[in-house]
C-alpha cells in the first residue's frame, strides 16, 4: 500500500528553467510534509516543508505548494542550476504527536542540464 | 547531513553472520531514527528511539532485528544471522524532539553488502 507516490521516476530540464516536481499522497492523516534532496552515496538533506495548514511555503529558490482536497503537493525549483541534479524524495508525516516518522516516496531524479 | 555520523560505511557479511551498525546523532540531538532503503525504493521507516528507550519500532521486522540508544554511547541497529535480503543502505537520522520539530538530520548511511 504506497501512502506517497511520485510518479515521475525522472525529470530533465535546462539550467535557468523551472524544475517542478510532483507528490501525491492518499493518507489524509498527513499534516505536515517535508522534501529531501539525495546525492549518490549520501544520505538525504532536509530542504523544505510544509504544513498542512498553508498552501505554499518558499525558501529561496524552493517553493514548496499544497493542495489538501487533490493531497497533491509540488516543489518548485527557479532557476534550477546544474548542482540541483539529485534525487528529491517528498516525505510526509503524521505530525498529531510530538514526533513524526516520515513516509518517504520513491524518489524523482532531477538532471539539470547546463 | 552534517553532524550525525554513521559508521561503518560498507560493511560486508557473509549470510548467518552479525551485522552492528552505529549512529551518533548531531549534538545535541536526543531522537534518533533508523531507516533502510532497498534498492530501486525510496527509504523506510524502521525504529524511533529516545535515549534508553524505544518509543515506536513498529517498521522493524519481528525476527533478526534489534535497535538500541544507551545513555552513553551511539544508537546500535544490530542484524542477527543476515540473510541477502538485508543487503540495503541503512540510513540514520536525529532531531532535537518536541511539538513541532520535525526535520530530521540525517547521516551518510552504511551500506550493508550480504554475500
Known amino acids: 500500500d504506497q501512502q506517497v507516490k511520485q510518479n515521475s521516476p525522472s525529470l530533465s530540464v535546462q539550467e535557468g528553467r523551472i524544475s517542478i516536481l510532483n507528490c501525491d499522497y492518499t493518507n489524509s492523516m498527513f499534516d505536515y510534509f517535508l522534501w529531501y534532496k539525495k546525492y549518490p552515496a549520501e544520505g538525504p538533506t532536509f530542504l523544505i516543508s510544509i504544513s498542512s495548514i498553508k498552501d505554499k511555503n518558499e525558501d529561496g529558490r524552493f517553493t514548496v505548494f499544497l493542495n489538501k482536497s487533490a493531497k497533491h503537493l509540488s516543489l518548485h525549483i527557479v532557476p534550477s542550476q546544474p548542482g540541483d541534479s539529485a534525487v528529491y524524495f517528498c516525505?510526509?508525516?503524521?505530525?498529531?504527536?510530538?514526533?513524526?516518522?516520515?513516509?518517504f516516496g520513491q524518489g524523482t531524479i532531477l538532471t539539470v542540464h547546463p | 547531513n552534517a553532524g550525525v555520523m554513521q559508521n561503518p560505511r560498507h560493511l560486508v557479511r557473509r549470510r548467518g553472520q552479525e551485522a552492528r551498525l552505529r549512529c551518533s546523532p548531531m549534538k545535541g540531538h536526543s531522537h534518533v531514527y533508523w531507516y533502510r532503503q532497498l534498492p530501486e525504493e525510496g527509504l523506510k521507516f524502521m525504529v524511533y528511539l529516545q535515549k534508553e528507550n524505544i518509543i515506536d519500532e513498529s517498521g522493524m521486522p519481528k525476527e533478526r532485528f534489534s535497535a538500541e540508544f544507551p545513555k552513553e554511547g551511539p544508537s546500535i541497529l544490530r542484524i542477527q544471522q543476515v540473510v541477502r535480503g538485508d543487503s540495503a543502505a541503512y540510513f540514520c537520522?536525529?532531531?532535537?524532539?518536541?511539538?513541532?520539530?520535525?526535520?530530521?538530520?540525517f547521516g551518510p548511511g552504511t551500506r550493508l553488502t550480504v554475500t
Open positions: 516525505a510526509p508525516i503524521t505530525g498529531g504527536t510530538s514526533y513524526g516518522k516520515l513516509t
Open positions: 537520522a536525529s532531531t532535537a524532539g518536541g511539538p513541532g520539530r520535525y526535520e530530521q538530520y
